[in-house]
């Protein structure tokens, strides 16, 4: 005798991704999490106004990891990888 395993079936209609998102958007945000995720809009709308695409990672000066990417197509994606493993393979090991 052998056990049928079920099939489980998940709603991924767009009716049940808007409710989805309407719950997550009901949920109070932590107020400093919402003043950090405007400055990163603030910072990525600047970006985006001087460069085509870029790709940024650092620290704020509380020491938390920042990573930011704009690429809105794969070719920008494929051009931002090259050009940052050329930038990494030219730096060195002091990363100057």
Known sequence: MSK???T???DTSLRSLSSLSSLLKSI???PSVKRKRMS????SGTLQEH???FIL???TMDGEPVQMM?????KD???????LQKFIMESGPTGL
């Open 70 to 74: 704009f690429a809105p197509t794969p």
């Open 40 to 43: 990163m809009r603030t910072v």
């Open 8 to 10: 489980q079936t998940y």
């Open 28 to 30: 109070p945000e932590n």
């Open 57 to 59: 990672v650092g620290y």
């Open 77 to 83: 994606i494929d051009s931002l990888s090259t050009n």
């Open 4 to 6: 049928k395993k079920e």
């Open 51 to 53: 460069l085509g695409n």
